[in-house]
């Protein structure tokens, strides 16, 4: 979860790993921190909360050096003050770590043993203080570095600086993803690419188990066997990795209104001018699969839970759809033809990498859909499914998701015609609505006025539930879940026909529902439950179509007009009234939209 920078530079670096940590906050802002070597001296400044503060005291406490690492903490072991945060320094070595190190408690008896006091809480200070105990028996620091690095298990990134070595930076990269970049006699390191766009375009990405030895005009890579290997040097797309909030106050606000576009462009990946579905090589055929597992985490759960429909619906395909957290643990069965998809927006997650990992020798293929093709999500995958959504920074997706959510429907009517149970009218009439969603969804953008005013009503509740049936199920869970994250109300999203099996006790005049209910087959039963909680005097507020509006609005607490769209893409559609009522009720509320609390955006520990 945690952000790291590292640079071996020819300039000042404390400037250049400020503003590249400012580029990974999204991972994590409970503290940063960043230490310099300067003639030889090891030194570092940290500060709690937001980047802002670390900024504040370099400008009274200047760092300098030409050599250095950052970090941006989400925290883990030890809570945000200021000896809990990166980089953990002991002696000559500081370091900085993303990850937990599951054995530092043993570790760190078997130090009090030597004699070692411990000022922290947290599991990196270990890290730190075994090295320096390595090179106080006589190892130069990257043997001591390898020797720590060879007692420490769990999952990490971590980088380490020396005093005395100004040329000199070992990393390390196991089940946290770590990039390496190539400047003209300058050598930097960081948690993903977005961190180095500004400084180069050329990457290599460590693979899980390797360390690395960095200098200014060098990179030793050493693999989980020993063997010095060669990792390829790739060329990133910069515009792919600028952050900017484009005119707007949010990024999570900037990142709503470009849904239009980025869905138009993942369209134009998958579908050609007649209307074919091109996949990326090596491509899947789906008649050869006879069940599909779908794992993933959080929003992109979600995703996965719409998808259920459209596969088992559209490809009468027979689907599992599982919480990456849970999944292994059950040890499920995965007979041959079996596919397993893993749906990630930074292909990092730890939780679904490891679902994926156990599906891997037993599953018939693994399939990934991802933002991030580089990823390791999509390194260790058969087929790569790029969302194409482009950097997200808001911790709340929004973008990510709907994109997610156009490439699992492709992928869907993609089974259908593989299986033979799609006609050629059918399929014709799914893709015209895939192509329509740009448009419609401009459209609904539209709405934010109004969403507006249901946001400031809505910020005076304590609880809010959200209603679906059928396809709105999956979206009643995800406008809860997105209420929740940024405006801190307690949401919870039901199916539509179970609130009268026990969550219908909690309505009363206080508790705003939200209703989605597009008018498809379900509405009728939809609108049915949505006058019993009116009878019970909650406070509905029905998003529909027109058509719906005119049937059931009256009485209730107020409306949202949505465009009217074919029942298929809807669950598309219907992600932008969820997505504006969380940002307008946290506006309200006055939270932090893009980085609240408690919450990172790439979450790359268990």
């Known amino acids: 979860m945690c952000g790291i920078i590292g640079v071996l530079g020819t300039h000042e670096v404390a400037p250049t790993l400020v503003e590249a940590l400012k580029r990974l906050e999204y991972r994590g802002y409970d503290s940063a921190g960043i230490a310099t070597v300067n003639n030889g001296v090891l030194d570092r400044r940290r500060a709690v909360g937001k980047l802002v503060n670390l900024s504040d005291l370099l400008v009274h406490q200047p760092l300098a050096g030409k050599s250095g690492i950052g970090h941006t903490r989400w925290a883990t072991h030890g809570a945000p003050t200021i000896s809990n945060a990166h980089p953990h320094q002991a002696g000559p070595v500081a370091v900085v770590h993303n990850g937990i190190i599951e054995n530092f408690r043993e570790l760190r008896e078997e130090l009090a043993g030597h004699g070692v006091s411990f000022i922290t809480e947290t599991d990196t200070e270990t890290v730190a203080l075994l090295t320096h105990h390595y090179m106080d028996q006589g190892a130069d620091p990257a043997t001591a570095a390898n020797q720590t690095l060879d007692r420490l298990e769990g999952a990490f990134a971590l980088a380490f600086l020396f005093s005395g070595e100004d040329d000199l930076m070992i990393a390390a990269r196991k089940g946290s993803p770590l990039a390496i970049g190539h400047g003209e006699g300058e050598m930097y390191l960081g948690s993903d690419a977005i961190a180095l766009a500004p400084l180069t375009n050329r990457i290599t990405y460590l693979e899980e188990g390797d360390r690395a030895v960095l200098t200014r005009t060098s990179l030793v890579v050493i693999d989980d066997e020993g063997n010095e290997v060669t990792r390829e040097k790739r060329t990133i797309q910069l515009d792919a990795a600028?952050?900017?909030?484009?005119?707007?106050?949010?990024?999570?606000?900037?990142?709503?209104?470009?849904?239009?576009?980025?869905?138009?462009?993942?369209?134009?990946?998958?579908?050609?001018?007649?209307?074919?579905?091109?996949?990326?090589?090596?491509?899947?055929?789906?008649?050869?699969?006879?069940?599909?597992?779908?794992?993933?985490?959080?929003?992109?759960?979600?995703?996965?839970?719409?998808?259920?429909?459209?596969?088992?619906?559209?490809?009468?395909?027979?689907?599992?759809?599982?919480?990456?957290?849970?999944?292994?643990?059950?040890?499920?069965?995965?007979?041959?033809?079996?596919?397993?998809?893993?749906?990630?927006?930074?292909?990092?997650?730890?939780?679904?990498?490891?679902?994926?990992?156990?599906?891997?020798?037993?599953?018939?293929?693994?399939?990934?859909?991802?933002?991030?093709?580089?990823?390791?999500?999509?390194?260790?995958?058969?087929?790569?499914?790029?969302?194409?959504?482009?950097?997200?920074?808001?911790?709340?997706?929004?973008?990510?998701?709907?994109?997610?959510?156009?490439?699992?429907?492709?992928?869907?009517?993609?089974?259908?015609?593989?299986?033979?149970?799609?006609?050629?009218?059918?399929?014709?009439?799914?893709?015209?609505?895939?192509?329509?969603?740009?448009?419609?969804?401009?459209?609904?953008?539209?709405?934010?006025?109004?969403?507006?005013?249901?946001?400031?009503k809505i910020s005076q509740a304590r609880d809010v539930l959200f209603l679906g049936r059928g396809q709105m199920f999956p979206l009643a869970l995800e406008g809860a879940l997105k209420l929740k994250e940024i405006s801190y109300i307690h949401a919870e999203g039901y199916a539509s026909g179970e609130l009268k099996h026990g969550p219908i006790a909690l309505v009363d005049q206080n508790v705003p529902i939200v209703v989605m209910a597009p008018r498809d087959r379900l509405f009728d039963k939809t609108v049915s439950n949505m006058q019993e909680v009116m009878a019970r005097k909650g406070k509905v507020i029905l998003i529909s179509d027109a058509r719906g509006i005119e049937e059931a609005g009256e009485g209730t607490f107020g409306t949202i007009l949505m465009p009217t769209v074919q029942e298929v893409v809807s669950p598309i559609l219907y992600a932008v009234p969820a997505q504006l009522l969380a940002y307008y009720t946290a506006i309200a509320k006055g939270t932090d939209v893009d980085q609240p609390r408690n919450l990172a955006k790439s979450v790359t520990v268990e």
């Open 242 to 456: 600028r952050i900017d909030k484009g005119g707007h106050k949010h990024f999570m606000s900037k990142e709503i209104a470009e849904q239009p576009t980025v869905i138009a462009q993942a369209l134009g990946h998958y579908l050609s001018g007649d209307g074919a579905i091109a996949l990326p090589e090596p491509g899947i055929d789906f008649a050869g699969v006879d069940r599909l597992t779908m794992v993933a985490c959080g929003t992109a759960y979600y995703a996965c839970l719409s998808a259920k429909h459209w596969f088992e619906q559209i490809a009468r395909m027979p689907v599992d759809v599982d919480v990456a957290s849970e999944f292994r643990y059950r040890e499920p069965p995965l007979p041959d033809r079996t596919a397993a998809l893993f749906v990630s927006q930074s292909g990092e997650t730890a939780d679904t990498l490891a679902a994926l990992r156990f599906c891997q020798g037993k599953a018939g293929s693994i399939l990934s859909v991802v933002n991030v093709p580089e990823s390791s999500i999509a390194r260790e995958s058969d087929l790569v499914l790029p969302i194409h959504a482009g950097v997200e920074v808001g911790v709340a997706s929004t973008k990510a998701y709907s994109c997610q959510l156009t490439v699992l429907l492709i992928l869907a009517l993609k089974a259908a015609q593989d299986r033979g149970v799609i006609g050629p009218d059918e399929f014709a009439d799914h893709v015209s609505a895939l192509r329509g969603i740009p448009s419609v969804m401009s459209e609904a953008l539209g709405i934010a006025d109004n969403a507006r005013r249901m946001g400031e």
